[in-house]
């Protein structure tokens, strides 16, 4: 396994290091001493392993095609903001915007998440483990959230087709977001994918999806379309 201390080196060096070493063959790296650096890791288009000794600043893993991420401790704000597709697990607490806008792959946040996590995901899964902050969830297209524990106001506001799963209490649904049951197939396929993270559910979990009522305008959804804007 390949190692870069990144004490003494800027963000540049540290990732000119890392993408060095990938061209040169190697698949496992750890990053030692990160000291909460912001933009860790990022566009890294390789499917290799990157293990970060210890909590990272913003936009970590950011733009990232096919990696395996772990960040031994906590995440600052946009913790694989964009990712393409890859595995990034935070081990500790994540900033604003965990996953925000990503496309594919599976993040895992085993702490709590700041505020608008999955904030216009169009695919992939974003797992939290603890709880999730107001507007989780914010015009997601699609992919789905699952939140082990409790989400604050406004979840799922403004939503498309993605799907959010909580096992946890609601404080107040956002803008057009309804409840439904999921269904055997459903509840089937989250245990197994909270199987490959040895996570499992606390308690029946809820399904949160789009009401459709902001999907097109209709005057009598108007004091609807108010409080969305």
Known sequence: MATVDCEGKTTREINREVHRLIEAGAREITLLNPRARHNLAVAILRPVRIR??????????????????????????????????????????????????????????????????????????????????????????KGTIIILGDADEALADSMYEAEVFIAGQIAELGNDAVIHEPS????????ATLDRFALAVPRPLKKVVAGRKLWNFDKKDFELWKQAL
């Open 52 to 141: 970060i000794e210890g909590s990272v600043g913003y936009y970590c893993a950011g733009m990232i095609d096919g990696p395996t991420v772990e960040i031994q401790g906590s995440a600052g704000w946009g913790v694989a903001e964009c990712m393409m597709d890859g595995t990034v697990i935070v081990e500790g607490n994540a900033g604003n915007g965990a996953g925000a806008s990503i496309r594919g792959g599976t993040v895992v946040i085993r702490g709590d998440a700041a505020a608008r996590a999955g904030i216009s995901m169009k695919g992939g899964c974003l797992i939290i483990q603890g709880n999730a902050g107001y507007m989780t969830g914010f015009m997601a297209q």
């Open 184 to 191: 055997p197939a459903e509840l089937a396929a989250l245990r």
